[in-house]
């Protein structure tokens, strides 16, 4: 990892004092202070809005800080640009994606350094530096394999080893478990545990309590732009950083569970999709007010399923019936006239419209509600809508004009879903609703997916938590390899016995 000579002469390896930053309306940094020392893995926290984001972006040189120093290895530091900061050994693993689908493996570590051969690019050494990185991360992809072919996994693994490649000295992972299963989360962890031992601050930003109590040394929380507390992690207990960053208690973490399921409202028969492999003859109901969980390992096909119901996967076979009435969701749009929504895994790619704003993100799946009797839309209708997917989830945005990239993803991921409950469906599908959320925003959405469910509508949702299937649900459908193993009733069933199951047909 670079020159073994690190020029630190203090006990950090990175400083940033005092650091504030402000945009239009909104302070969003008011005098952070973050220390990392070397050989360390350094927690930072908050609820989406916080600016753990922010922050880092200042570091990053994607933001310019209004106020405050940094030091990096001893230096007085003030990057222009992310180009800068790699090259001097600062990297970043985002929680979004960013890599270029058409492009192959190799492409999307080296793009902008390729190694050249006189005016040519050095395929061969390009092949053999990619491969030389994989083999000491333990990797296992084919570098020349275009990355719009791989999993969401493989592409966070890709992302980490493009980091790794930079022979960086401060390595920033942000939400980095949110797509792997636990056997990806161990191989991270010794990654992690690696770059550490070689001398490496890792700066660690996840929402979920147990990785941070399980890997890392320290942790800085934030609180609306504030630091609230820089301790060692072995003198905080979860609950008492949980107050912390929400500026209340939560006695317990998921709500009490009210909702009666009821009557048959979806019955799914032999349904097979296409694009093999897919699903294959997966059968199972829905009752009103109920919420079902899909479960299985990554590769179980489980998303299949539900963008098979929502006309996204052409159905090769099966039946689908709504109340008793057969249905064929052939496109999205008909899936939505039918009564269902879908709020995707991977919102940056397939839910949200990144360079439109707040108002256009939470409308637009209900438009054609909006139109008035001469045809036009009704914008007092659409103002008020939209301060009520603000309100009803919380969201934090200067205004309804905000264009929605510039919200946290916690908070982009809240207006997708208020979009789909303006549209009042009779199937609400959840692709891990709550992926990078913090603890706060998660409790919020659980508490509406189950008054969802009071009001007699039909909820699935899938999700690579088990503590949080375990929480919410009312039965638990297990997926492996594309088929339906076993249906649970998630009172009567426990962790072991669900990763059990996801096993049997791999």
């Given at each position: 990892?670079?020159?073994?000579?690190?020029?630190?002469?203090?006990?950090?390896?990175?400083?940033?004092?005092?650091?504030?930053?402000?945009?239009?309306?909104?302070?969003?940094?008011?005098?952070?202070?973050?220390?990392?020392?070397?050989?360390?893995?350094?927690?930072?926290?908050?609820?989406?809005?916080?600016?753990?984001?922010?922050?880092?972006?200042?570091?990053?040189?994607?933001?310019?800080?209004?106020?405050?120093?940094?030091?990096?290895?001893?230096?007085?530091?003030?990057?222009?640009?992310?180009?800068?900061?790699?090259?001097?050994?600062?990297?970043?693993?985002h929680q979004e994606l960013n890599l270029v689908l058409q492009c192959s493996v190799m492409d999307n570590i080296w793009l902008g350094r390729y190694p050249q051969k006189g005016p040519f690019?050095?395929?061969?050494?390009?092949?053999?530096?990619?491969?030389?990185?994989?083999?000491?991360?333990?990797?296992?992809?084919?570098p020349y394999h275009k990355v719009v072919n791989l999993s969401i996994s493989q592409m966070q693994m890709i992302e980490i080893a493009k980091a790794f490649s930079y022979n960086a000295k401060i390595i920033i992972m942000?939400?980095?478990?949110?797509?792997?299963?636990?056997?990806?989360?161990?191989?991270?962890?010794?990654?992690?545990?690696?770059?550490?031992?070689?001398?490496?601050?890792?700066?660690?930003?996840?929402?979920?309590?147990?990785?941070?109590?399980?890997?890392?040394?320290?942790?800085?929380?934030?609180?609306?732009?504030?630091?609230?507390?820089?301790?060692?992690?072995?003198?905080?207990?979860?609950?008492?950083?949980?107050?912390?960053?929400?500026?209340?208690?939560?006695?317990?973490?998921?709500?009490?569970?009210?909702?009666?399921?009821?009557?048959?409202?979806l019955e799914v028969c032999n349904l097979t999709a296409l694009r093999q492999p897919s699903i294959q003859d997966v059968s199972f109901y829905?009752?009103?007010?109920?919420?079902?969980?899909?479960?299985?390992?990554?590769?179980?096909?489980?998303?299949?399923?539900?963008?098979?119901?929502?006309?996204?996967r052409e159905k090769v076979s099966g039946t689908i019936k709504l109340y008793g009435k057969e249905i064929n969701n052939t496109s999205p749009n008909k899936a939505i006239k039918n009564g269902f929504a879908?709020?995707?895994?991977?919102?940056?790619?397939?839910?949200?419209?990144?360079?439109?704003?707040?108002?256009?993100?939470?409308?637009?799946?209900?438009?054609?509600?909006y139109k008035n009797k001469i045809g036009l839309l009704?914008?007092?209708?659409?103002?008020?809508?939209?301060?009520w997917v603000i309100e009803a989830m919380s969201v934090k945005t200067l205004d309804h004009s905000t264009q929605i990239r510039f919200l946290s993803g916690g908070n982009q991921q809240k207006v997708i879903i208020g979009r789909w409950l303006l549209a009042q469906p009779e199937i609400l599908m959840l692709d891990e609703p709550t992926r990078g959320i913090d603890v706060g925003a998660k409790f919020e959405i659980y508490q509406l997916i189950i008054e969802l469910a009071k009001k007699k509508k039909g909820i699935i949702i899938i999700s690579s938590e088990m503590p949080e299937l375990l929480g919410i649900t009312d039965r638990i459908l297990v997926m492996s390899n594309g088929k339906v193993v076993s249906i649970l009733d998630t009172k009567k069933t426990t962790q072991n016995e669900i990763l059990r199951l996801a096993s049997l047909y791999l």
């Open positions: 990892m670079g020159s073994d000579d690190l020029t630190v002469q203090s006990e950090y390896l990175l400083e940033m004092a005092n650091i504030s930053k402000s945009f239009p309306g909104v302070k969003a940094l008011d005098n952070i202070n973050l220390k990392v020392r070397p050989y360390s893995v350094h927690a930072l926290v908050g609820e989406n809005g916080s600016g753990k984001s922010t922050l880092l972006k200042c570091l990053f040189g994607i933001y310019k800080k209004d106020t405050g120093n940094i030091l990096y290895q001893g230096k007085a530091i003030d990057f222009q640009s992310s180009k800068e900061a790699l090259k001097n050994g600062v990297s970043m693993v690019i050095n395929q061969n050494k390009m092949y053999s530096d990619t491969k030389a990185i994989f083999k000491e991360l333990g990797i296992d992809i084919d942000d939400e980095p478990t949110s797509s792997l299963t636990e056997k990806e989360i161990i191989h991270l962890f010794t990654i992690i545990r690696k770059l550490k031992d070689s001398g490496c601050g890792i700066i660690y930003i996840s929402h979920k309590m147990e990785e941070i109590f399980q890997l890392c040394d320290e942790i800085t929380i934030l609180r609306d732009g504030q630091c609230i507390t820089t301790q060692k992690l072995k003198s905080l207990g979860m609950e008492e950083i949980t107050a912390m960053m929400v500026g209340r208690s939560l006695n317990q973490r998921f709500p009490h569970k009210s909702n009666m399921p009821g009557e048959v409202i829905l009752h009103k007010g109920e919420i079902l969980g899909i479960a299985g390992l990554v590769g179980a096909k489980r998303t299949d399923i539900v963008e098979t119901l929502f006309g996204m879908l709020v995707t895994e991977e919102r940056r790619f397939t839910g949200i419209y990144a360079f439109l704003d707040v108002k256009f993100n939470s409308l637009i799946s209900n438009i054609y509600k009704d914008n007092k209708k659409m103002k008020n809508d939209t301060q």
